[in-house]
């Protein structure tokens, strides 16, 4: 059974740093895409940043500048490093794993298969 479970979320003030943790387990994970989706009260989940199979890495265009993502293969772990955080970045951030042969990590919910049930991420002026 896949289990995908995200740690570090917390309540920060602006302009902290932050870093989430993923880690999956329960099938082979070397073909997999990684990634971190957002969901703000009563928005779209959307995009954060992933990273492929091929070590490449994907980002939102508006987030990239603040966040960065990393994995560790060994440990099945995901981060998410986020910087210099702002009020806008309150949400749930979720972990999803997916499996594609697309040479860009994909940025659709569709082609995740597996999430985690969430870290909520704070931040207050």
């Known amino acids: 059974q896949v289990s995908v479970v995200e740690s570090g979320g917390g309540s920060v003030q602006a302009g902290d740093p932050l870093r989430l943790s993923c880690t999956a387990s329960g099938r082979d994970f070397d073909n997999a895409v990684m990634g971190w989706f957002r969901q703000a009260p009563g928005k779209e989940r959307e995009f954060v940043a992933a990273?492929?199979?091929?070590?490449?890495?994907n980002y939102a265009d508006s987030l990239k500048s603040r966040f960065t993502i990393s994995k560790d293969d060994a440990k099945n772990t995901l981060y998410l490093q986020m910087k210099n955080l702002r009020t806008e970045d309150t949400a749930v951030y979720y972990c999803?794993?997916?499996?594609?042969?697309?040479?860009?990590?994909?940025?659709?919910?569709?082609?995740?298969?597996?999430w985690g049930q969430g870290t909520q991420v704070t931040v207050s002026s």
């Open positions: 999803a794993v997916g499996f594609t042969k697309e040479w860009r990590a994909p940025i659709s919910r569709s082609d995740y298969s597996y």
């Open positions: 990273v492929n199979w091929n070590t490449l890495a």
